[in-house]
Every structure is written in structure tokens, then in C-alpha cells.
């Protein structure tokens, strides 16, 4: 019966300064197996996978690997028992060639001592055969490569230790559909070569599409393992939160007031021809692939990128915007894509990034009035119910989702007529997510006129009265789930270009 | 109306106490053993004298401050303060009256400012790459400017900024608490300020949030540059002349204060106080040192070993926060 097992973790626990993170937690998998972890962010999924790669001990407990007991908190010992760990983020030296990467710190030498490229740059191209990118030369500078591909250089790096439990960290978080699918082909061919492959993700129907079997983690405990087949999304959602999600999505009917925004044939460096409308007290989901030109359409709208034609109107007047502070005095607000990159200060305080938009409203001159501030702060954190010590807190110790709340928050404060949402919800847990679909759809009911980017058809397909397909740099079809049945296929059916065959047909 | 003003100004004072804490105590615990060791540190006569000593490095620093807490950086106000030195000795040297030249100077800083700032802002090279460029360029100015040779002045108006005094304070201590209150003013009070802070913490949230980032980014370096000109300009009158090699290597002195009291090297953060304190420890550091007959080199090293300190400290505050957000 134990030999099975190619993983066991028994009876794990583990604790950070008095805080138990881990709680006699127990883990097991077969050669072979896919097996997705899922759970909240801080339920212990990294601290397990840490552990089982030797970057963190535990404080009691074991794990056995092919029925041999791991010296645990060693990285060597795990690495050569066979565990490999891609991480989140992408760990190459970007201006190193893909072999030199594959084998860095573990470089083969010639017999007078210097580096033997000759050998480094057969090996890779042995392994990169392998996993079937026979046609990607081991002389490339990483740089040029596509996020997919550099993914797929941290697997060859990861393959070219043997290794036989391969964990994946969130991998297709930068990646596009198509990659995607590429990347799920590797992991089946891996596996049917016996390679079991621990996946975390927070995306459902990946889990659905690539896992044999999954595990779900809460609060530092194992909760449930169950065949893939025998789950339900709702029953891992459930189990992942703790409790039931009454109205994952709102249901929001409001009729759209009056027009807002009229864009006619707007056409910037980066997007071409775009036309639409948005009402008041509306939700318009815009999707497509990445770099459909998705952002870079609102980019237009908001001044970041300039619009070489085309005319933009705003309540039926002709306007021009050439900055975001032009856009923020004409009621238009944009939370952008990657909070961390482009939307929070996360040094400074939870106060400062919330009202950094609405400066002018309590600091005149030289004076400041803190009171004034300070009301603008109680409103949106009871509005937002964002989840924190004080306001004097820094942004960067709230998590994901009470993050993105701050964020919206910053530009609600700034009582905008038009909100664009850039992927609201990436990287955000799944109960906090249903909280902003809420918020969403509250917004809205105000009378705010709301501009929803998401790559997630689920969320497009449930929020928004309108859904524009991108494709290419342009706005290639609207529809219109409340008067029409849509389907995914359908979405995906324009945004990948399906559009071009159809009028090539006609 | 009065008391709520009252508790904000003990809370922000709270605030900088919290904030401080580390510096305050060292700079409390290097005031504690030079009075304890010598018998002349805890004087009027030479406090007032430490204070006409460390005015130049805290004008410098107060510059230096503002542009790394937009994350960026000036390695030309040495440069700069020699330049502007020479330009109001002459000036006044040629007959124009006092006042004049030394507004003519600051003006003139400005424009060394202006300069940095829009090359900062209108191409992508680094501030830093900017700054040394500029840094050469000034200098080289210096000596064309004065064929190498030091220009005497013993101008009275000129020399009473750098040797006179406004009842018990030495002028150069006020110019020290002006500048203290501008920037102080500035980076709490006023949106520049919040802008500031906004454009060195993201650069890119800055810009999403309509802050104006090159504007802002000109405007500082145009400040600095004011502040390295005022400085050279006391420097000069201190010693009745300028010299065109004078303030070599006070850009690290510099930087070394802004750092040691808190500034990030990264951007975002920061205070003027802070900044204040890191010049206070280091100019009481050289002055004990020096009562304690330790030789000038001995007072390099520490400097050293002191920023390393400081730094290092800060760097463990820092992780530890992430580390319990990261578990959190």
C-alpha cells in the first residue's frame, strides 16, 4: 500500500512565531497523478510546498518520498530526491541564453576547468526535445522569449534534475488561452511519463480541465482530497471559503439611465477604430485575449496614450483628454490592471493611497485639514468593509483583496461618473471576489456608468448588460446576455479571431 | 477649532517620535557619553559653533533628501555649491552690490536645477547617470570660470552670512531652520508634497492618479539646485572665499545624513527631521571626535560604519514587515 505512494506527508505541522500555520496536515499522491491544491491565500498552500521543497522545516511530522524518508529543511535533500518547485514568479537570468539557464550553478566543466558550453548546449537541447520545444535553439537570450516560453525554460530547468514531483506555482497567471493549452499538452505528456505534478491555481476551470484529483487546504488543514469528477465548482468554492457563497454574483438589473460616453472610431498607436456607448447605471464588460488591446483601449479614454482620430464624447459634448488628471476632473476613473505595479503605494499608508486622488478637497495651500480626510476615509472603508488595523497601517500588510478595496476605493473617493475596472479581481481569493462583484453592481446602482475588463468570461458573462469582444486592436462584436443566450464558445469564437473566416465566408 | 489642532500636532509628533525612535536614540545616546566624556560638548559656545559647522551639510542634505524620496538622485551639488560660490564672489568682486549677487546666485542654482530636472524628466537616462554628467560639467565650469585659482572676497555684507550673528544664533543656524521648515512644510502640508511621496513610492500609480510627475520631478531638482547655491554661498562667506574644487565628495555627505536619517534610497520615504538628525549625528560625531583628539581619518571610518549601521537597521525593520505579511 505504501508503495503507491510516490509522496506522503504525514501528521505535518508548523508554526511561525507562535502562529500555527500548518495543523497535522497529511498529503499523499501517485506517480503519475495531477493533483490541484487549492485553497485561500494564507490557507498554507506555499508553507506545505515550501516544506516539501525544503526551503522551510517542519516542526514536526515527515514526509517520504518513494518510502525514503526526507531529511526535512534541506534543499539539497528534496532536490535530489526528485522535487522541483517552479515558482510564481518567472526566476531566470533574463540576458543568459535558455541552456546557460537550465544549468545555472550546476555548469558542466572541461577537463582544464572552464565552463563546457559545448556540453551544456547538447544536454539542453536534449531536454528541451524532450518536453517537445525541439525547435527552440539553447543559444537564445531569454529575454526574447515569450512568458509562455520562458515558463516552459523553468520546466526544462526543472526536468533537467530528473525530477519526478514536479509543484507549479500559479503558472499560467501571465499567460495567454493559447499558451495556456500549450502548457496543459507538457503537463499530460509529463505525466503519462510518470511525472506527478502538484498545480496550484485559483482558476477553476483549469482545475476542472487539468487535474485528476484535488486537495483542498483551510486555515492550515487539509479538508478535503477528492477524484476530479467527484467535486463540484460550487463544493470547491465552499470548502475553499468555509462556509456557503450565497449570490457568488449579484444579480443586478438596473435600466440604464442616460448616455454618458460616446466613443466614435477612436483610434490610437495601439487600437483601432472603437465605437460604443455606455448609460448611466450600466455595466459594459469588454474581453478578449491578452493584448487584445484591452487596457490599451482605456488607456485612449483616460489620456495615457494619445487618440490620433476619432472623437470622444462626454454627456454629448465633444471632449478631448490629454492626461489622467484631465480624465479625473472630467469624472473618469481607471483602476488599473496590476494593482502592485500601477495602483497602490504600497510603502505608505492605507490614508494616503485612499485620498491621494482627492488631494484638493482637504489641503489648500499649506493647511491641511485632517478632519475633512478623515471623514473621506470613514465613508469608503464602511462602504468597502476593508478589513484592517488603522489607517496609519501600511498598504503593503493588507492582503490581496483588501488591497484591490483600497484601490477602488482611492478611486471612488474621487465620485467618478465612469469607473474602469481593469481585471478587478486577479489575484484576489475567492470570497473576496464575490465581495466585489457586489461593490460592483452597488456602484452601479448609484448611477455610476462602469467600464468591466476581465479575461474571465465567467465574470464578464455574469456582470455586464453588454459585452464587447476584442480581437487584434479592435472591437469586433458586442453581446447582449440579457436579451440573448451567449455562450463561452461564442466569446471565444471573436476573440480569437474566428470573425475573419465567418465575412471571409459570406 | 484650537484643540483639535492641538492634538494633531501631539499626534504628528507621536508619529515622528515613533517613526525616529532608532535615530533619536542614538543621536540621545552620542549627546549622553560626549557629555559624560568631555567637559566642553555640552557648552552654548560649542554647540553654536557645531551648528555653523554641520549648516553647509544640512543645507546639501535637505536637497538631497527631496530628490531621493522622488526615488531619484543628485551627485551634482558639490559641484553646484562650487560653482555658485565662484559666480557670487565675482559677481560681487565686480561691483555688484551683496544683495543682488546672492540673489542672482540662488536664481542661478535654480537654473542648475532646472536643468537636471528637465533632463531627468524629458529622456530615459537615469538620474543618477544624469547627475554625474552634470556633475563633471559644473565642475569643469568652475575652474574655466576662475582659471583654477580661488577668489579671495572680504566683502563685509557677504562675510556676515557665514560669520555673523542674529542675537545669540549664528545667521547660518537660521538658514538651517528655514530650510528645515521649508521642507518640513512642503512634504507634509501641501499636495506637492503628497505628490512627492507618491511619485517615488510608484511612479506608475502616480501617473495613473493624475499627479503631475514631471512637473513635481523639475520642481524638485529646481529646489535642490537653490539649496546646493545657498549653500555655496555660505560656505564662501565662512572662509572669505571661493574655490573652484571646493565641496568635492559633499554629495555623499549628503546622501550619507539623508540616509542615515531614514530617507529610503529607494523613494517614498522620508522626512525632513529625520534628515535633521542624520546631520546632528554625524556633525556631533566629528565634533566629539575631534574633542576626544581622534584623528579626521579615524571620523571617515565612522561615518562608514555608522551608515552601514543605520541602514542594515533599517533593512531588518523592513523584512520583518513583509515577512508577517507574506505568512498573513
Redesign the interface.
Known sequence: MNEDYILQMKGINKS?GG?S?LHDVSFEMRAGEVRALAGEN?AGKS?LMKILGGIYDCDSGEVLIGGERLSTGSVQDSSSHGVSIIHQEIVLVQDMTVGENIFLGREFKTKSGFVDFRRIYKESREILGRIGLGQLKPDTIVRELSLSQQQMVEIAKALSTNSRILVMDEPTSSLTDREVEFLFEQIRALSKKGVSIIYISHKMDEINQIADSVTIMRDGRHILTRPIQEISYEEIIQNMVGHKIEDYYPDYKVKPGKEVLKVEHMTTEKVEDISFTLREGEILGFTGLMGAGRTEMVNGL?G?DPVLSGEIYLDGIKSTIH???E??KRKIS?V?EDRK????????TIA?NMT??V??EF?K????D??KEQQILNEYIHQLDIKMADT?Q?A??L?GGNQQKVVIS?WLASAPRILILDEPTRGVDVGAKSDIYHLICKIAEKGVAVILISSELPEVMNMSSRIGVMCEGRLVKFFEPDKEEVTQEQIMHYATGGYEHETYRQ | MKL?DNS?IIKSLQ?FLKRNFMILAALFLIVLALSVFTDTFLTTDNLLSVMRQISVDAVLAFGMGMVLIIGCIDLSVGSVLALSGCVCVSMIEAGIPTEAAVMITLAFGACCGALNGLLATFTTIPSFIITLATQQCFRGASYLMTNGKSIMCYDEKFSAIGTGYAGPIPILGIVILVCLIFTC?LL????FG?GM??IG??R?????????VKKITTCVYIFTGIMSAMAGIMLSSRVYSASPGSGAGYECNAIAAAVLGGV?FNG??GTAGGVMIGVMIIGFMNNGLNMLHVTSYWQIIVKGLLILLAVYLDTLRNNR??H??K??
Open positions: 511561525f502562529v500555520v494564507g508553507t483616460f495615457l492626461s489622467p488628471g480624465a479625473i481607471l488599473p505595479e500601477k495602483g497602490l503605494f504600497l510603502q505608505n494616503f491621494i486622488t488631494m484638493e489641503i495651500g499649506i493647511s491641511v485632517y478632519k496609519e501600511l503593503v500588510e492582503s482611492k | 483639535t494633531s508619529k512644510t507634509n502640508k501641501t499636495r503628497r511621496y507618491a513610492g510608484n506608475d500609480a502616480a501617473v495613473y492618479a493624475g499627479i503631475k529610503s517614498g520615504i514587515r513583509l508577517i505579511k505568512r498573513g
